[in-house]
C-alpha cells in the first residue's frame, strides 16, 4: 500500500508540474539567424517569392494564394505541409507585415498552433543576415502546456530552413 501511495504522488506531483507549465508559460519564443553572402535585395526578394519556397521548406507540398494584395502586406496563403509521420498538414499563412529589404511578419494558423515569425534582414560587408524571432502558442490549453518542452524542436526546425534557404541561395 505505501509503494501505491507514493507512486500514486509522484504521477500527481509530474502532472500538477506540466499542467502548472501553461499558467507559466503562455507562449513559446525562440530565435535563429543565418548570413547569406548575397545582396540584401536579392536574398528578400527570393525569400519572399511563394513561387520558391518549396526549395528550401522541404515538407511544403503546396501554397495557393487564397486573398493577395498588391501591397503585400494582409495577404494570405493556405499551406499544406507533410510532417515526419507522413501526415498532411493544413494552415493559414497571413502577411502581417512587409517592409522591402527590412522586414516581413508571417502569422500561420494551424488545428494545433498559431505561430509568429518576424523576420528582420540587414546588410554589411557583402552579407545579409536574416534574423527571426518567432512565438508558438497552442489552441488549447493542454497544448500550452506541452509547447515549451519542444521548443529546442521548434527552433532546431527554424533553423533548418534558413540553413537551406541559404544553401538555395549561394548555389543561384
Not at 66 to 89: A, C, F, L, Q
Not at 93 to 120: G, Q, R, S
Request: hydrophobic share 40%; charged share 25%.
Amino acid at each position: 500500500m505505501k509503494r501505491i501511495k507514493i507512486i500514486l504522488g509522484i504521477i500527481i506531483t509530474i502532472a500538477i508540474i506540466f499542467l502548472s507549465t501553461g499558467l507559466i508559460f503562455k507562449e513559446t519564443a525562440y530565435t535563429t539567424e543565418v548570413k547569406v553572402n548575397k545582396p540584401i535585395d536579392e536574398v528578400f526578394n527570393l525569400f519572399n517569392d511563394s513561387s520558391q519556397i518549396s526549395n528550401w521548406i522541404t515538407d511544403l507540398k503546396s501554397i495557393d494564394p487564397i486573398d493577395v494584395k498588391p501591397e503585400k502586406t494582409g495577404s494570405t496563403y493556405k499551406m499544406v505541409v507533410e510532417n515526419k509521420n507522413g501526415e498532411e498538414i493544413t494552415l493559414q499563412e497571413k502577411i502581417m507585415a512587409y517592409v522591402p529589404n527590412e522586414k516581413v511578419t508571417l502569422f500561420f494558423m494551424a488545428d494545433t498552433m498559431l505561430k509568429t515569425d518576424d523576420y528582420t534582414f540587414t546588410f554589411e560587408n557583402g552579407v545579409t543576415t536574416i534574423n527571426n524571432s518567432s512565438i508558438c502558442r497552442g489552441n488549447s490549453y493542454l497544448l500550452s502546456c506541452l509547447f515549451p518542452y519542444f521548443k529546442a524542436v521548434f527552433k532546431k526546425q527554424d533553423q533548418e530552413y534558413l540553413n537551406n534557404f541559404k544553401s538555395f541561395i549561394e548555389k543561384n
